[in-house]
């Protein structure tokens, strides 16, 4: 058996997504409460009255949107939100926990919403009925035996501070340091586990899967990232000297890529682009300092040295402990022209690998794409890893109260195999928290039909249904992975 014997196998959510209760106790508003749902093959859009006060809508996505300017975001009686209400964890989590526990789960990955602590992100005291509610879910948490890892910021800015400051603003550092610190201060006793921003790299991802995306943009997304950066660096810091036995993570979205042949314009387009979307952030938290390819990015879009150098030895001191991603699915890079492209709806990451099959959403499955990563992210960085995201979107079925979900199973039974091989290879991996433990909200089409619970939710896209959980079949399957710490995958 090669998991160590205190490996973390748990589960992973986000605020936004799973906890509902939008406008509860105090809670201000994020910009996924101004969201409607999507598909695949619609958009998700914000909602709004412009100045003249007419109804207006935008489209979105988690890593970007047009936001207008001189508006009102607003909530349409005809439209349906579903982050408003997730699956309701707010008034659940004592039920969903006790599910946890029974599955055997000795961690549990959640975020804080920012604006349930501070409801516009500027005032000066936090609300305690926020602080209250996360206190609760710490302590049952503690009691079930499952230690929390906690995301401060995942995709939930408090919509204020989207819409009237932003991270272009270093104003942002501050605020954003003010929460966490709060959290951090308020928590000490319950939680060791924390990583400062979900998926930090994702902020660049636009400008990797949309064609011609605006190169001012793009500009603007590496000021908003050193911004993050610095925010980080300053929040782990401040870990570092006042609660030494926390351990501070990064979260990288995994992007992880190939030559889609063996022209070597695609493989060295295919370096660039791991450099250019993963190592960039990953050297700057885990490294503390700017990779060389950096300085060939900032001439490119005639960016200032001197901006993102000003803050080295912050940076330095903020590296972190542990080294988390995400990993779904690898894609291929090309610079030969008409190849057939993977994603689907209003999302594509690049060319199809003919080897690999593909999900109902266009996602490559590959877990030998994971091996890979693991042991690049072993030799680069000798930190810890946790794989704090992964998973099968697909579409369930409930019968008779059950659900058979063989698919999810074989694509656990492969990507453990492969994280049990990265382990044989080296590789220091110490947790791995699948994505939607429980079915949420898909944060890129806002369906609940993309579903990658091993936890069913009777909930669906209109938000109709009783929000009963019902175990699938593979809840039994990684409750025994779990119980023999995975010698049976």
């Known amino acids: 058996m090669n998991f160590p014997k205190d490996f973390y196998w748990g589960g992973a959510t986000a605020a936004n997504q799973y906890e509902g209760g939008w406008n509860l106790d105090g809670r201000g508003p994020a910009l996924t409460d101004f969201t409607t ?16 006060g007419d109804p207006k809508k935008v489209r979105t996505s ?7 300017m001189d508006v009102t975001f607003a909530v349409f009686e005809d439209e349906h939100y579903p982050n408003h209400m997730g699956v309701d964890f707010y008034h659940r989590y004592k039920e969903d926990i006790a599910l946890f526990k029974e599955m055997g789960m000795n961690m549990f990955r959640m975020s804080i919403s920012w604006s349930r602590i501070y409801p516009l992100g500027i005032e000066e005291a936090p609300n305690e009925e926020g602080l209250a509610f996360y206190r609760n879910v710490f302590e049952e948490l503690k009691r079930n035996g499952i230690e929390p890892l906690v995301t401060i910021s995942h995709y939930d800015d408090p919509a204020y501070i989207a819409t009237k400051i932003g991270w272009e603003d270093p104003k942002t550092i501050d605020l954003y340091f003010k929460f966490a610190k709060t959290v951090m201060d308020e928590y000490c006793d319950l939680v060791k586990y924390w990583l400062t921003f979900n998926e930090i790299n994702s902020m660049l991802m636009l400008s990797a899967f949309v064609p011609n995306y605006p190169e001012e943009k793009t500009r603007l997304s590496y000021i908003q990232l050193h911004n993050k950066f610095v925010a ?9 000297e006042t609660y030494p036995e926390f351990v501070m993570g990064c979260m990288i979205a995994g992007l992880v ?32 300092k700017y990779p060389s390819c950096s300085k060939k990015i900032w001439a490119q879009y005639g960016l200032d040295p001197e901006f993102f150098n000003k803050d080295a030895q912050l940076l330095k001191e903020g590296k972190v402990d542990v080294f988390t991603f995400s990993y779904y699915n690898t894609t291929c ?25 593909y999900s109902d959403w266009g ?37 008779d109260e059950q659900v058979h979900d063989p698919y999810r199973i074989e694509y656990f039974k492969c990507h453990i195999k492969a994280m049990d091989d990265a382990i044989q290879d080296g590789v220091n991996l110490i947790g791995y928290t699948p994505w939607g433990i429980v079915d949420l909200v898909s944060a ?9 619970g091993v936890i069913y939710v009777d909930l669906d896209d209109e938000g ?9 079949d593979s809840f039994d399957y990684y409750a025994n992975v779990i119980r023999t710490n995975g010698k049976e995958y």
């Open 37 to 52: 749902g999507g598909s695949a093959q619609t958009n998700r859009y914000l909602t709004y009255f412009d100045k003249n």
């Open 62 to 68: 988690i890593v970007s949107s047009d936001i207008p």
């Open 232 to 240: 980080s660096a300053k929040t782990v810091k401040y870990a570092h």
């Open 257 to 288: 890529n190939y030559p889609l042949t063996c022209d070597p314009k695609d493989i060295l387009a295919a370096q660039e682009k791991m450099q250019n979307y993963f190592w960039y952030c990953g050297d700057v938290q885990s490294r503390g």
């Open 333 to 357: 890079v090309t610079t030969h022209k008409d190849v057939a492209k993977d994603g689907a709806g209003n999302l594509s990451m690049g060319a199809k690998n003919p080897y690999i099959h």
């Open 363 to 399: 996602w490559g499955v590959d877990a030998d794409g994971l091996r890979y990563i693991l042991n690049e992210i072993e030799d680069r960085y000798s930190l810890p890893i946790m794989i704090v995201e992964n998973g099968l979107g697909a579409y369930d079925v409930l019968e």
């Open 444 to 452: 890129s089409t806002g369906e609940m039909a993309k579903r990658y």
């Open 464 to 472: 109709k249904g009783t929000l009963k959980r019902y175990k699938k």
